[in-house]
Antibody
């Protein structure tokens, strides 16, 4: 069965950096687009980033553009999110999610359980 | 950005009831909408995609309808495990956006 397992969350000071990972299994990772979605404490869902199956197309939410970088290693079935210049408003649970398609962003058929990032001094 | 407005924001119901959640898009999104269920401390679960298609493994009591700007998620015959928060999501136009959620209690 499809599994997405996020890791790498933690507490970081404002302005700091953190790298999240999402280990995928149960499907052919290299043939699907992937996303990061976050959820602030007590808040709704906010889409963060999209990466096409082969890594050639990337989209970011305006709120993270220039600070976050999404990448993937298809040989390791893993998606990453490098976060720099972290702000208090980046505090959230970060989910990775599998897209139904390979090339363009559509909807998500599977989600991970999330990893918590807390930005605080 | 396309705004997705869900209503109601919360809903009280009982086991066996039929409930409908509405999502309105700020512009025409054709049928490019999906619905998710989220329980506390868990990642969301896909229910419906492309407005009316049921995700594999999801019970048939869940159904979606609509096109253009107005969409509904209906749960027919609520079960105890259905009490959760529900979100709509549009994927017609970048950036992907979600509704604010409907808490079913």
């Amino acid at each position: 069965q499809v599994q997405l397992v996020e890791s790498g969350g933690g507490v970081v000071q404002p302005g700091g950096s953190l790298r999240l990972s999402c280990a995928a299994s149960g499907f052919t990772f290299s043939t699907y687009a992937m996303h990061w979605v976050r959820q602030g404490p007590g808040k709704g869902l906010e889409w963060v980033a999209f990466m096409r199956h082969d890594g050639t197309t990337i989209y970011y939410a305006d709120s993270v553009k220039g600070r976050f970088t999404v990448s993937r290693d298809n040989s390791k079935d893993t998606l990453y999110l490098q976060m720099t210049g972290l702000r208090s408003e980046d505090t959230a649970v970060y989910f990775c999610a599998k897209d139904r398609m390979d090339i363009v962003p559509t909807s998500f058929d599977y989600w991970g359980q999330g990893t918590l990032v807390t930005v605080s001094s | 950005d396309i705004q997705m407005t869900q209503s109601p924001s919360s809903l009280s119901a009982s086991v066996g009831d039929t409930v409908t959640i509405t999502c309105r898009a700020s512009q025409d999104i054709s049928n490019w909408i999906a619905w998710y269920q989220q329980k506390a401390e868990k990642g969301p679960k896909s229910l419906i995609y492309a407005a009316t298609s049921l995700q594999s493994g999801v019970p048939s009591r869940f159904s979606g309808d609509g096109s253009g700007t107005d969409f509904t998620l209906t749960i027919s015959g609520l079960q105890p495990e259905d009490f959760a928060t529900y979100y709509c999501q549009q994927f017609d136009t970048y950036p992907i956006t979600f509704g604010q959620g409907t808490r079913l209690e």
